[in-house]
């Protein structure tokens, strides 16, 4: 019964080959977000959709895109991952808005060789 | 800016001794303010939030707005208590911002 779902749990890219990381959600929550976290840091907010409107965090890196096709379903694409990139991806939901509980997803490890 | 600072990294206890994790925080406005947990291999989740002022698996924490202040604390401290706890502000209509997190591993 996970409510926060992200696939895969690892990813292993090559540098500068793009990768996408999935988010998939039971709850029907409008809100969707993608966190970063690297090791010994706090999870840093990449951007998130409320509903379908999108919203970048001002020092998020063109680099990093994302895609919400429907209420279910977000994606995370890293058009050119660096070895910078490798961190926990984390998925997050909240119900209507920012001040409803954020509901995480097990996260995914990127690893960029 | 907002910001969250939580002290410590790393806070051994032994069984059964009193808790605090440290949570200072910068906001001018009225944040509101959270205590989110991380168990080993399990998702992050809420633990409480200062509005419900609730006792959850035995941990509180109270808001202090003088001193800017949102420490978690527990009487006394269970082996399964040992986790990732990461404090977290949010204020007005932003989404959240945390701190570092702090481990806690409670020796029995």
């Known amino acids: 019964d996970a409510m926060v779902i992200q696939n895969p749990r690892y990813q292993v890219t090559q540098f500068g080959k793009p990768v996408t990381l999935s988010c998939s959600q039971t709850?029907?929550?409008?809100?969707m977000y993608w966190y970063q976290q690297k090791s010994s840091q706090a999870p840093k907010l990449l951007f998130h959709y409320y509903d379908k409107d999108f919203n970048n965090e001002a020092d998020t890196p063109d680099n990093f895109q994302s895609r919400r096709p429907n209420t279910s379903f977000c994606f995370l694409d890293i058009r050119s991952p660096g070895l910078g990139d490798a961190a926990m991806y984390l998925c997050?939901?909240?119900?209507?808005?920012?001040?409803?509980?954020?509901?995480f997803g097990p996260g995914t490890r990127l690893l960029v060789l | 800016a907002q910001r969250v600072t939580q002290p410590e990294k790393l806070l051994s206890v032994f069984k059964g001794a009193p808790v605090e994790l440290k949570c200072n925080y910068s906001?001018?406005?009225?944040?509101?303010l959270f205590w989110y947990v991380q168990y080993s291999r399990q998702r992050l989740q809420l633990l409480l939030r200062h509005i419900s002022r609730e006792s959850i698996k035995g941990f509180t924490a109270d808001l202090n707005k003088g001193e800017t202040s949102f420490h978690l604390k527990k009487p006394f401290a269970q082996e399964e208590d040992s986790a990732m706890y990461y404090c977290?502000?949010?204020?007005?209509?932003?989404?959240?911002?945390f701190g570092k997190g702090t481990r806690l591993s409670v020796i029995a």
């Open positions: 709850l029907n929550h409008n809100v």
């Open positions: 977290a502000l949010r204020s007005g209509n932003t989404p959240l911002v």
């Open positions: 997050a939901t909240s119900r209507v808005g920012y001040q409803e509980t954020q509901y």
């Open positions: 906001y001018s406005g009225s944040p509101e």
